[in-house]
C-alpha cells in the first residue's frame, strides 16, 4: 500500500541521515558485545534504550536477505538469533551518532527513549517487549519529526491554534501519525505484532502501555507534572508496578523542569538582583569602578538607550560623571543640569529629592528639559531620574529609553536598591 505522504517520506530518507543512536548506547552494545560474561541479555538491554539501533536491528533481520532464517522477529532477542554477533557489531559500528546534549536538544528523539524508559519500567517483566512498543507506536510522529519539516511546523501551528495534535497530522498530512506508522512498518517488512501495537489491534498490555508511556513523555517533556501525576492514577494495566513508575515519572518532569529553567533566558529583575548580590558581596574601590561594573549591566537588562551618572560639580552643576549609549563623549561633555534652578523634571528630581518618571517626552515643553537635552537626545521616548542623596542630592542615575518598552514594578525596586549603593562614594 503506498500514500502520498508516505512515497514523500519514503524520498526524503533516500539518501539523508538515519535517525542518529546515542553514544552511550553504542559504546554500552559494543562493550558487551567484547564481553563474555554480559553476554546476549546484556547486548538486548543496551539495544532496546536505543531507537536507532532498535530500528536497525529489527528492519535487518527482517529483510528479505535474512527472510530464509527467520519468520519474521518481533524482539531484539529473535533478530540477534537470525543476525549473529558479527552482523550486529558492523551494524552498530556503521550506526551515526549523537551526544547526550545534542539528543536532549532533539524533542521528537528525546520524547521516543523517554517513553522507551517509563514504558521498561512499568512493566519490568515484559521489559523487551514494552520497549519496542513503545519505540514504535510513534514510529510515524518520529519520522515525520526528522524528514518532514515543512508537514511537521504545519502541524505545530495548528497544534498551536488550539487543535487536537492527531487531528492536526490529519489535516496536513492526510492521515494520522499512527497510520503512517503502520504503513512505514510495512516497507520494513516489520512483523504483524508490530504493527498491531501501532495501530492498537495488538496486545492490549503492550498497546496500553507503549500509548500511556509515549503520552506520559510528552507530558514530561512540557514539564506538566500534575497532568503526568494524573494520568499516572488513570492508568489501569495489570502488572504495572505503578509505585515504581511514579518514582521515575516525577524524578523525569523535575528534571524537564530544570532543563527548561536553564534554557529561559534570565529576566531583567533577575538580572538586575543578581547584579545587586554581586556588587554586595564585592565593594567596589571607587566610583568610578561601582559606575563601571553597574552601568552596563543596567543597560542591558533594561534595554535602555542611556543609562547615565550625573555627579555634582563644585560649580553646582549636575554633570554625566560616567554612563552607556550612544554618543556618551559628547553627552559627558554637554549634557548638564544648571545650578539655578528651573522647571525641569531633573530640577525637580533635585530639589524635593523625588524620583521621577516620565513616560513621553514629547509631551514635555523645551523648558521642562535641560538646554539642549532634545539635540543631544533626539529620539529618546521617556525617562527616568532617581536622585543619589547623602543629605543633599549629589547626583543623578538616569536611564532612558527610544523604544516603547516599560519598566515593570519589581524592575524599577531593583533599580532603586542599586541606585542605593551609590550614595557612599559621593563626597558627603
Given at each position: 500500500?503506498?500514500?502520498?505522504?508516505?512515497?514523500?517520506?519514503?524520498?526524503?530518507?533516500?539518501?539523508?541521515?538515519?535517525?542518529?543512536?546515542?553514544?552511550?548506547?553504542?559504546?554500552?552494545?559494543?562493550?558487551?558485545?567484547?564481553?563474555?560474561?554480559?553476554?546476549?541479555?546484556?547486548?538486548?538491554?543496551?539495544?532496546?534504550?536505543d531507537f536507532a539501533l532498535t530500528q536497525k536491528v529489527l528492519k535487518l533481520a527482517n529483510s528479505s536477505m535474512y527472510a530464509p532464517f527467520?519468520?519474521?522477529?518481533?524482539?531484539?532477542?529473535?533478530?540477534?538469533?537470525?543476525?549473529?554477533?558479527?552482523?550486529?557489531?558492523?551494524?552498530?559500528?556503521?550506526?551515526?551518532?549523537?551526544?547526550?546534549?545534542?539528543?536532549?536538544?532533539?524533542?521528537?528523539?528525546?520524547?521516543?527513549?523517554?517513553?522507551?524508559?517509563?514504558?521498561?519500567?512499568?512493566?519490568?517483566?515484559?521489559?523487551?517487549?514494552?520497549?519496542?512498543?513503545?519505540?514504535?507506536?510513534?514510529?510515524?510522529?518520529?519520522?515525520?519529526?526528522?524528514?518532514?519539516?515543512?508537514?511537521?511546523?504545519?502541524?505545530?501551528?495548528?497544534?498551536?491554534?488550539?487543535?487536537?495534535?492527531?487531528?492536526?497530522?490529519?489535516?496536513?498530512?492526510?492521515?494520522?501519525?499512527?497510520?503512517?506508522?503502520?504503513?512505514?512498518?510495512?516497507?520494513?517488512?516489520?512483523?504483524?505484532?508490530?504493527?498491531?501495537?501501532?495501530?492498537?489491534?495488538?496486545?492490549?498490555?503492550?498497546?496500553?502501555?507503549?500509548?500511556?508511556?509515549?503520552?506520559?513523555?510528552?507530558?514530561?517533556?512540557?514539564?506538566?507534572?500534575?497532568?503526568?501525576?494524573?494520568?499516572?492514577?488513570?492508568?489501569?494495566?495489570?502488572?504495572?508496578?505503578?509505585?515504581?513508575?511514579?518514582?521515575?515519572?516525577?524524578?523525569?518532569?523535575?528534571?524537564?523542569?530544570?532543563?527548561?529553567?536553564?534554557?529561559?533566558?534570565?529576566?531583567?529583575?533577575?538580572?538586575?538582583?543578581?547584579?545587586?548580590?554581586?556588587?554586595?558581596?564585592?565593594?567596589?574601590?571607587?566610583?568610578?569602578?561601582?559606575?563601571?561594573?553597574?552601568?552596563?549591566?543596567?543597560?542591558?537588562?533594561?534595554?535602555?538607550?542611556?543609562?547615565?551618572?550625573f555627579m555634582l560639580t563644585r560649580s553646582g552643576e549636575q554633570r554625566v560623571r560616567n554612563g552607556c549609549g550612544k554618543g556618551i563623549d559628547?553627552?559627558?561633555?554637554?549634557?548638564?543640569?544648571?545650578?539655578?534652578?528651573?522647571?525641569?523634571?531633573?530640577?525637580?528630581?533635585?530639589?524635593?529629592?523625588?524620583?521621577?518618571?516620565?513616560?513621553?517626552?514629547?509631551?514635555?515643553?523645551?523648558?521642562?528639559?535641560?538646554?539642549?537635552?532634545?539635540?543631544?537626545?533626539?529620539?529618546?521616548?521617556?525617562?527616568?531620574?532617581?536622585?543619589?542623596?547623602?543629605?543633599?542630592?549629589?547626583?543623578?542615575?538616569?536611564?532612558?529609553?527610544?523604544?516603547?518598552?516599560?519598566?515593570?514594578?519589581?524592575?524599577?525596586?531593583?533599580?532603586?536598591?542599586?541606585?542605593?549603593?551609590?550614595?557612599?562614594?559621593?563626597?558627603?
Amino acid at each position: 500500500m503506498s500514500t502520498p505522504i508516505l512515497d514523500k517520506l519514503l524520498h526524503a530518507m533516500q539518501g539523508a541521515k538515519g535517525v542518529a543512536a546515542s553514544e552511550r548506547s553504542v559504546a554500552s552494545v559494543l562493550g558487551a558485545l567484547d564481553s563474555s560474561e554480559q553476554g546476549k541479555h546484556a547486548v538486548v538491554r543496551h539495544i532496546i534504550e536505543d531507537f536507532a539501533l532498535t530500528q536497525k536491528v529489527l528492519k535487518l533481520a527482517n529483510s528479505s536477505m535474512y527472510a530464509p532464517f527467520g519468520s519474521g522477529s518481533a524482539s531484539v532477542s529473535s533478530a540477534l538469533e537470525v543476525l549473529g554477533s558479527e552482523a550486529v557489531l558492523h551494524l552498530v559500528l556503521g550506526a551515526d551518532l549523537v551526544s547526550e546534549e545534542e539528543l536532549q536538544k532533539d524533542d521528537n528523539l528525546s520524547r521516543t527513549l523517554l517513553a522507551s524508559e517509563l514504558a521498561r519500567n512499568a512493566c519490568a517483566e515484559r521489559a523487551e517487549d514494552a520497549s519496542i512498543a513503545a519505540l514504535m507506536v510513534e514510529i510515524g510522529r518520529l519520522m515525520t519529526g526528522k524528514y518532514l519539516p515543512a508537514e511537521t511546523a504545519a502541524i505545530a501551528a495548528l497544534v498551536a491554534k488550539g487543535q487536537e495534535p492527531q487531528d492536526a497530522a490529519i489535516a496536513v498530512l492526510g492521515e494520522s501519525y499512527q497510520e503512517l506508522g503502520v504503513e512505514l512498518a510495512a516497507r520494513w517488512n516489520l512483523p504483524d505484532t508490530i504493527r498491531a501495537t501501532i495501530d492498537g489491534t495488538g496486545d492490549p498490555l503492550l498497546v496500553g502501555i507503549a500509548r500511556f508511556a509515549s503520552a506520559a513523555s510528552g507530558l514530561i517533556h512540557e514539564g506538566r507534572g500534575e497532568t503526568v501525576a494524573t494520568l499516572l492514577q488513570q492508568l489501569d494495566l495489570p502488572g504495572v508496578d505503578k509505585t515504581r513508575l511514579g518514582t521515575l515519572m516525577r524524578h523525569k518532569v523535575d528534571e524537564a523542569q530544570t532543563r527548561q529553567r536553564a534554557a529561559q533566558p534570565p529576566s531583567a529583575t533577575d538580572g538586575l538582583q543578581e547584579l545587586l548580590r554581586a556588587l554586595q558581596a564585592d565593594k567596589k574601590p571607587s566610583l568610578e569602578a561601582l559606575a563601571n561594573a553597574m552601568l552596563p549591566v543596567l543597560a542591558s537588562c533594561l534595554e535602555t538607550a542611556h543609562c547615565l551618572l550625573f555627579m555634582l560639580t563644585r560649580s553646582g552643576e549636575q554633570r554625566v560623571r560616567n554612563g552607556c549609549g550612544k554618543g556618551i563623549d559628547e553627552l559627558k561633555s554637554r549634557l548638564k543640569i544648571a545650578a539655578e534652578f528651573s522647571p525641569t523634571a531633573f530640577h525637580a528630581a533635585i530639589k524635593n529629592n523625588i524620583d521621577v518618571s516620565i513616560a513621553d517626552v514629547s509631551k514635555l515643553k523645551d523648558a521642562s528639559l535641560p538646554e539642549g537635552y532634545r539635540v543631544l537626545l533626539p529620539h529618546v521616548t521617556k525617562f527616568i531620574i532617581l536622585p543619589v542623596a547623602t543629605g543633599r542630592v549629589a547626583g543623578l542615575l538616569y536611564c532612558d529609553w527610544d523604544t516603547g518598552r516599560t519598566l515593570k514594578q519589581t524592575e524599577l525596586e531593583a533599580l532603586k536598591q542599586l541606585r542605593d549603593l551609590l550614595p557612599p562614594y559621593f563626597p558627603q
